[in-house]
């Protein structure tokens, strides 16, 4: 596929429960981003990527949240003992090196019960 | 601290005529702007950007706007058409040696046009 891809589409998980989201970014993008959206938000930035390397993690939360992308390309977005808190849609977006605009995936829908 | 603030939450237009949505930011340090559009169950896809060197950025039936000192943008559909109905994004990025490029978005906008 050309674009960006995420899955789960849907996740509803219990409070305390850890989950996992994975982003494919687009191929051959070095930048890769992760976002927070609220309900009647716009989209908070998370974490930034440049190939494998973790290079911005400020908007990340708590220390529950973690994020890795082990090769440059697949990402995958771990939340640890999920509270209510945490339930938003979370989006991945890549681009590449030479350019400001981002290519967002459909976002995971967390639901945390 | 809100950086980036869309202060219409909605807006509703005919369609043929011309939608504005405006957009504000206090950073100084923004230098350049993206509006994105996202229907329901979506994610945000990119319509249209501009640098903070310009203040007009044209593509097909959009327009971007920027006025540097009064720090506000607006974007210009025209003519609207019903399949322009979405939320509506302002973002920001700015700019620095240490920019990794991430986006500051404003709440959004919801537009509706109705034929």
């Known amino acids: 596929g050309a674009g960006v891809s995420q899955s789960p589409r849907y996740k509803v998980a219990k409070r305390g429960q850890d989950v996992a989201l994975r982003c494919d970014p687009i191929s051959g993008h070095v930048s890769l981003f992760w976002y927070q959206q609220a309900l009647g938000q716009g989209p908070e930035f998370l974490t930034y990527f440049q190939n494998e390397a973790q290079l911005d993690k400020s908007g990340l939360p708590s220390d529950r949240f973690f994020a890795e992308r082990p090769e440059g390309s697949v990402s995958t977005l771990k939340i640890q003992r999920t509270q209510q808190e945490d339930s938003a849609v979370y989006l991945c977006a890549s681009s590449s090196v030479d350019t400001y605009e981002q290519y967002f995936g459909p976002g995971t829908r967390l639901t945390v019960t | 601290d809100q950086q980036v603030k869309q202060n219409s939450p909605s807006l509703s237009v005919q369609e043929g005529r011309i939608s504005i949505l405006n957009c504000d930011y206090t950073?100084?340090?923004?230098?350049?702007f993206l509006w994105y559009k996202k229907y329901p169950a979506e994610g945000p896809t990119f319509l249209i950007s501009i640098s903070s060197i310009k203040d007009k950025n044209e593509d097909g039936r959009f327009t971007v706007f920027l006025n540097k000192s009064a720090k506000h943008l607006s974007l210009h559909i025209v003519p609207s058409q019903p399949g322009d109905s979405a939320v509506y994004f302002c973002?920001?990025?700015?700019?620095?040696?240490?920019?990794?490029?991430?986006?500051?978005f404003g709440q959004g906008t919801t537009l509706q046009v109705k034929p």
């Open positions: 950073n100084s340090m923004f230098d350049y």
């Open positions: 973002a920001a990025t700015p700019y620095g040696s240490g920019n990794t490029g991430k986006l500051i």
